[in-house]
């Protein structure tokens, strides 16, 4: 079975830009999970996606938003991008069929110049 | 609200011998407790769940405990090698209600080298 896969798996953009990233969770799974990692702060939840739904968020302003498809795909997009969005941003899928078990992508590195 | 704790912040040790790594969290009503492992600039594996009702799980030369009575969980490595150099991450999914469906709340990591 194939794993989750992310893309793009780098990206540079330049302050004030947009941004979408790609999610592709284990098939069969219907949770999609997205988390910033920043050496300064470490692993942060954005929000979580079941069913097209969103079922909960983290504490990140409203230039951070996502969504889920109907094949569970899901998108996360950062508008007006500013320095600190600078991370490694991570998808996770998961199904209650394994336990919740959170499986990772490889991440999306994305530099803001 | 949840925090989580990891101990040492990183660890150095020669090859072949026995560790354990330390996790601490500060509620514990949670759902079940995951251990990842990160290599540099890579994605998160996941190595062992433990779920609230366990007190532990075993694959291979990992053995991962939990107590969530005292808050604690630890990662025992047994006869470590080089490459199980990476930094090493505990994580605890929250109990909410009947589904305990919760984000992860993470520990800042164990980065950890074995010298050949």
């Known amino acids: 079975k194939a794993g989750v896969t992310q893309t793009p798996r780098y990206l540079i953009k330049t302050r004030g830009q947009q941004v979408t990233l790609s999610c592709s969770p284990i098939?069969?799974?219907?949770?999609v999970s997205w988390y910033q990692q920043t050496p300064g702060q470490g692993l942060q939840f954005l929000f979580e996606y079941f069913s097209e739904t969103q079922r909960n968020k983290g504490n990140f302003p409203g230039r951070f938003s996502g969504r889920q498809f109907s094949n569970s795909r899901s998108e996360m997009n950062v508008s007006t991008l500013e320095l600190g969005d600078s991370a490694l941003y991570l998808c996770?899928?998961?199904?209650?069929?394994?336990?919740?078990?959170?499986?990772f992508g490889p991440g999306t590195r994305l530099l803001v110049l | 609200k949840q925090e989580v704790t990891q101990i040492p912040a990183a660890l150095s040790v020669p090859e072949g011998e026995n560790l354990v790594l330390n996790c601490s969290f500060t509620?514990?009503?949670?759902?079940?407790l995951q251990w990842f492992r990160q290599d540099p600039g890579k994605g998160l594996t996941s190595l062992l769940l433990?779920?609230?009702?366990?007190r532990e799980q075993t694959s291979g030369r990992l053995n991962a405990s939990l107590d969530k009575s005292s808050g604690r969980s630890t990662l025992y490595i047994a006869a470590s090698q080089p490459g199980d150099s990476a930094t090493y991450l505990c994580a605890v999914r929250p109990w909410v209600g009947d589904t305990g469906r919760r984000a992860l709340t993470f520990g800042s990591g164990t980065r950890l080298q074995v010298q050949p």
């Open positions: 509620d514990s009503a949670i759902y079940n």
């Open positions: 098939s069969g799974h219907r949770s």
């Open positions: 433990i779920q609230s009702s366990q």
């Open positions: 996770a899928s998961s199904s209650r069929q394994d336990q919740e078990t959170q499986y």
